[in-house]
Each structure stands twice: as C-alpha cells, then as structure tokens.
Nanobody, 122 residues
Framework: QVQLVESGGGSVQSGGSLRLSCAASGSRYVMGWFRQAPGKEREGVAAISTIGTTTYADSVKGRFTISQDNTKNTLYLQMNSLKPEDTAMYYC???????????????????WGKGTQVTVSS
C-alpha cells in the first residue's frame, strides 16, 4: 500500500495556473489525478506510468500536464488556463500494472490521497 499526500491546491481566477503535487511513500506502476466536483462523480483527469506513458481526459488536454519525479516519488499536475468548471477536489491515486486504456478508470486504483481543493472563479 502506498501513502499519498496532495498539496498545491488553492483559489485562482479563470485563466490562472496552479501546480499540484503528490508525495508518495513508495512507487506504483501507474499514478493518476482524479477530481470530484460537488454532486458529481469522481473522474479521471490524467495519469502516467513509470515509463512515462500519459493519458489525459479530453476536457484538460492542452491545458494540464502530468509529470513525475521518480527520484522523489512525487507526482505533479501543472494546470494552466484554468476554467470555473475545473473547480473540484483533486485526488492523487496509485495503481499496479494496468492497460493504458484503463488509466482514467477510478475503479482500477487501490491507493488514494485525501485530496486538495482547487477553486477557479470567473
């Protein structure tokens, strides 16, 4: 089991940027970012494998970038051109070896952080 701790959330205006970080106690094959807005289901945002294979949700492509520092067991999510609809609690998650097709499926992840809030105002 991997312990995950997110940080970097906050409040920004539309068009602004934030960088989220996730410190992991160990390594897993796939690391992902998910988000959940009030009244909505948790959805996959971006994921990355240990070899650097990435997957993004269509809603964030071109605006968000996922990356990792394997030497520090830290996952990042650079979020640019933020929109009010990006407002949500953002969670870091870890999974074992899964096909890339499943990278944004929350049911494939076994370890979760407690989340960090991102609020984007118009």
């Amino acid at each position: 089991q991997v312990q995950l701790v997110e940080s970097g959330g906050g409040s920004v205006q539309s068009g602004g940027s934030l960088r989220l970080s996730c410190a992991a106690s160990g390594s897993r094959y796939v690391m992902g970012w998910f988000r959940q807005a009030p009244g909505k289901e948790r959805e996959g945002v971006a994921a990355i494998s240990t070899i650097g294979t990435t997957t993004y949700a269509d809603s964030v492509k071109g605006r968000f970038t996922i990356s990792q520092d394997n030497t520090k067991n830290t996952l990042y999510l650079q979020m640019n051109s933020l929109k009010p609809e990006d407002t949500a609690m953002y969670y870091c998650a870890a999974a074992g070896p899964i096909p890339q097709l499943w990278y944004l499926r929350r049911d494939k992840y076994s370890d979760w952080g407690k989340g960090t809030q991102v609020t984007v105002s118009s």
